[in-house]
């Protein structure tokens, strides 16, 4: 008798390492040229393929010309004082190459839900 009988001999979908960003703008920053506040949402946090599709489905993550990245375009958060707030998904470096065509996969499923 096989060893392996009654187990799935299948591999499991590794998680998709994902970094999000936001980055901030005010009337002021925007008159510099610049952003008044950036930094990370969380950093290579680990997502299963049908999280990561649902995140980018209820983020109204797109593809905006990166090639690791998905952005959401900017919004005004704050209508009294004019802050403007952009997040996006980066496909985090560690994860090893073959993970990226998930990632791509998981952005063109969620943009057809939409």
Known sequence: MSATMGKSTSNPMPTILVSRCYSETTPESAEQGDFSDTGFVHEAEPFTFSELVRVISQGGFRQEGGTDWLCT?????????????????????????????????????ANKRR
Do not use: Q
């Not at 496909?91 to 996969?105: I, M, Q, Y």
């Open 73 to 109: 375009g900017y919004s005004t958060v704050d209508y009294r004082t004019g802050i403007e707030r952009e997040e996006t998904l980066h496909f985090n470096r560690a994860n090893p190459e073959r993970l990226r065509k998930w990632f791509w996969l998981a952005a063109r499923i």
